[in-house]
């Protein structure tokens, strides 16, 4: 199929543009003016945005965890990912207790393929490290696995040398890890504590998990990174502390990409007292912060200081977050998000000149598809890329709700956030295949083999 867009403005991670884009088949064959119209079916986007595919680098589909399942799956997750403008997303496959790293992308594999509808990849979330683990390392990166995960808490969690030893073979390779910064042991002291004095509601979630946890295990990564001498990412910063302890690093010549998510931005820990139940809603780790630590990331943002903005999408149902109704701690941990972040970024982010166009297109597709080795085939309008494109209308206004939504959840964070702008049309290697909101065609993604990336 060819299609030609014309009279609109192509939004880049530095300028914004007003060109036509001609899509033949699955590529972009040309963006210019007076480029012919023959065989091509037109379509005016006179006063649009024309973004790159939007790349969520961080959800967690078909995730068991806490005793259940996510509620999204890559069928539900994907589709709700490709309405709101996300044309690829990277899931984390994940190696459990026990595993191989091989078995741990085979159930990915399975989870995913031919279920998708969006392109999707894998980072590789590492459990046990062991020797057969080491092993494994170079033939992840032939299945086009780059990136890897670690978790400083949880029953996962890593210790410090052998965050050490990861980093040490990754590096190797050319890869690059990222990872949950929480300190772990701390946080099990904190929860006794709160059951010892009688709180076991969602409001000991914070108390359980303050930011100074996160500021203290985010130095000691970095200490670690430091003396094997590689970049590392830091997935889902949430707190001051922890972004000046990374711009000291930072001002020292160390090398470290930042990700944070919408929740941290919009959203504040006065979630956490509200009457009933409601607040399990908003139990995530790291937990939602302070309005003093939202506008110091709103800040990192609008001097890209933040590299890159994703979901942490990791959903559940209120009737699966009631399996914590009288202990918190087995409120399974996370929320909705991925069909949401370009709107609530766009309405909050651009149209209150937090962030920039082209900062939008930045954080959400350009700078991952460099960080995550998608570049230049995902990430950029521009000729021979893939045909992933987000036709923006930013007149289009409407209202956040449950009811409305494709993630499989019952309830949404955002409930009752008025947006403006939405996705008009999305293409995926040059299918058109959301319009007005409706997703035309489903399972029409493919996996991704990622090369090393690089900002």
């Keep these: 199929m060819k299609y030609l867009l014309k009279g609109g403005t192509v939004i880049s991670g530095s300028d914004t543009l007003k060109a036509d884009v001609l899509i033949e088949d699955e590529i972009i064959k040309e963006v210019g003016t007076k480029i012919p119209e023959e065989d091509a079916t037109v379509i005016d986007v006179v006063g649009k945005y024309v973004f790159p595919g939007f790349i ?97 808490t949880y029953a996962s969690r890593v210790r410090d040398g052998e965050i050490y030893e ?82 000291r690093a930072a001002e020292k010549g160390q090398k470290v990409y930042v990700e944070t998510c919408p929740q941290y931005l919009l959203l504040d820990e006065s979630k956490y007292y509200l009457p009933g139940f409601e607040s ?69 982010g651009v149209l209150e000149d937090r962030i920039s166009l082209t900062q939008m297109c930045k954080l959400m597709a350009e700078n991952p598809a460099k960080l995550y080795g998608l570049y230049p085939g995902k990430g950029t309008v521009q000729a021979g890329s893939d045909a992933d494109i987000v036709v923006w209308d930013p007149e289009y206004q409407g209202k956040i709700t449950a009811e409305n939504q494709m993630q499989n959840v019952d309830y949404a964070p955002f409930e009752g956030y008025n947006i403006k702008g939405r996705p008009e049309k999305v293409f995926l290697r040059g299918q058109l295949l959301v319009e007005d909101g409706k997703l035309l065609k489903e399972n029409q993604g493919k996996y991704i083999s990622r090369k090393r990336g690089s900002l």
């Design 56 to 152: 969520d680098a961080h959800t967690h589909f078909d995730l068991e965890v806490s005793g259940t399942v996510t509620a999204d799956n890559f069928d539900t997750g994907t589709k709700a990912a490709i309405v709101g403008g996300t044309t690829c997303v990277i899931d984390f496959a994940t190696q459990n207790k026990g595993e191989t790293l091989q078995e741990g992308l085979d159930n990915w594999h399975k989870k995913a393929d031919n279920r998708s509808s969006c392109d999707y990849g894998f980072h590789m979330a590492i459990s046990e490290w062991n020797p057969h683990t080491s092993e494994e390392v170079p033939h992840m990166f032939q299945e086009g696995i780059t990136t890897f995960k670690l978790y400083m």
């Design 166 to 247: 990861v980093l040490k073979r990754i590096k190797e390779y050319g890869g690059i890890v990222g990872v949950h910064c929480e300190n772990g042991e701390l946080i099990d002291q904190l929860i006794a504590e709160q059951k010892r004095a009688g709180n076991f509601s969602p409001s000991a979630h914070p108390v359980s998990r303050p930011a100074c946890i996160e500021a203290e295990a985010i130095n000691r990564f970095l200490t670690i990174a430091k003396l094997v001498d590689v970049p590392v990412i830091v997935v889902h910063l949430s707190t001051k502390e922890g972004f000046e302890v990374i711009q």
């Design 280 to 348: 399990a809603k908003y139990v995530i780790s790291p937990p939602l912060r302070t309005k003093e630590d939202s506008e110091c990331l709103w800040k990192g943002l609008k001097e890209d200081k933040i590299h890159t903005l994703a979901t942490d999408h990791c959903s559940f149902t209120l009737k699966q977050k009631e399996m914590g109704k009288d202990d918190y701690t087995k409120i399974p941990n996370g929320m909705p998000g991925v069909e949401t972040r370009a709107a609530v970024m766009y309405t909050y």
